[in-house]
């Protein structure tokens, strides 16, 4: 599997995991499915293509386990919850498939952290993330600010969302710059700084049975100009489309 396609099946799984268990007050038990994407990449020479995946999570009584890491409530209010969080962080730049980035090969890491949910209003929520990189690749920080409007389209729930990331010179280095011992003629060693990624997007389940559901989201990245200035980056955007089935027993 290309590194791009492992991207998108990734960003699927968490994508629709989370449209699944959103925090920790869906039912209680295991689901399972099939999340399938297909995503532009911001990155020189690698083409946009189409990857699939399976997915598993359980949902217990204030946790949750799967592909997208463990979430644990720590402080549950009436209008807000708080949660330890424990998450994979994948990379296109894995074995990535282009010519042009050749040498370049980052490895999987993991983070940990905290995400707050406030409830601001009945059908709108307001999320921040706080992560640390823990696997000693990078030791690098991201912060994310999210809102998210939830909506019923006659009997199709949704939601639409906007929010900002913020990256550590760390992270930012690791994800789109070039790593001194990676430089080459025509690709120099580049270090972002901090970075902020606006992005915006929508989701949306539409239930087929009581244990089977149809979902799908659509999500855009705006990178600004100190990643773009980056000699293995050649796109100043990135959207992404998923589409899959999930399975609730």
Same mark, same amino acid.
């Given at each position: 599997?290309?590194?791009?396609?492992?991207r998108?099946?990734?960003v699927?799984?968490?994508?629709?995991?989370?449209?699944?268990?959103?925090?920790?007050? #869906?039912?209680?038990?295991?689901?399972? #499915?099939? %999340?399938a994407?297909?995503?532009?990449?911001?990155?020189?020479?690698?083409?946009?293509?189409?990857?699939?995946?399976p997915?598993?999570?359980?949902?217990?009584?204030?946790?949750?386990?799967?592909?997208?890491? +463990?979430?644990v409530?720590?402080?549950?209010?009436?209008n807000?919850q708080?949660?330890? +969080?424990?998450?994979?962080?994948?990379?296109?730049?894995?074995?990535?498939?282009?010519?042009?980035?050749?040498?370049?090969?980052?490895?999987?890491?993991?983070?940990? #952290?905290?995400?707050?949910t406030?409830?601001?209003?009945?059908?709108?929520?307001?999320?921040?993330?706080?992560?640390q990189?823990?696997?000693?690749?990078?030791?690098g920080?991201?912060?994310?600010?999210q809102?998210?409007?939830?909506?019923?389209?006659?009997r199709?729930?949704?939601?639409?969302?906007?929010?900002?990331?913020?990256r550590s010179?760390?992270?930012?280095?690791?994800?789109?710059?070039?790593?001194?011992?990676?430089?080459?003629?025509?690709?120099?060693?580049y270090?972002?700084g901090?970075?902020?990624?606006?992005?915006?997007?929508?989701?949306?389940?539409?239930?087929?049975?009581?244990?089977?559901?149809?979902? #799908?989201a659509?999500?855009?990245?705006?990178?600004?100009?100190a990643?773009?200035?980056?000699?293995?980056?050649?796109?100043?955007?990135?959207?992404?489309?998923?589409?899959?089935?999930?399975? %609730?027993?």
């Amino acid at each position: 599997m290309s590194a791009l396609v492992y991207r998108v099946a990734t960003v699927a799984v968490f994508t629709f995991v989370a449209v699944a268990a959103h925090a920790q007050d #869906g039912p209680q038990g295991f689901s399972a #499915g099939l %999340a399938a994407g297909i995503s532009s990449s911001p990155y020189v020479g690698e083409d946009d293509e189409l990857g699939a995946v399976p997915f598993l999570s359980y949902q217990g009584n204030g946790f949750s386990v799967g592909t997208n890491g +463990v979430f644990v409530t720590v402080l549950n209010q009436p209008n807000g919850q708080l949660e330890a +969080v424990l998450t994979p962080r994948f990379t296109a730049l894995s074995d990535p498939d282009s010519s042009a980035l050749q040498g370049i090969d980052r490895d999987i890491t993991a983070d940990i #952290g905290l995400r707050y949910t406030w409830s601001l209003a009945p059908q709108t929520e307001v999320r921040a993330t706080l992560l640390q990189e823990v696997t000693g690749e990078h030791d690098g920080q991201e912060a994310d600010l999210q809102i998210t409007q939830s909506l019923i389209a006659g009997r199709l729930p949704m939601q639409v969302f906007a929010g900002a990331t913020w990256r550590s010179e760390e992270l930012s280095e690791y994800m789109y710059g070039v790593l001194p011992g990676e430089a080459q003629a025509g690709r120099p060693a580049y270090a972002p700084g901090s970075t902020v990624v606006p992005y915006i997007g929508a989701s949306a389940a539409f239930p087929l049975s009581d244990s089977t559901s149809l979902f #799908g989201a659509v999500r855009a990245e705006f990178l600004q100009d100190a990643i773009t200035d980056s000699p293995i980056i050649d796109d100043s955007a990135s959207v992404g489309v998923q589409l899959g089935l999930r399975f %609730a027993f």
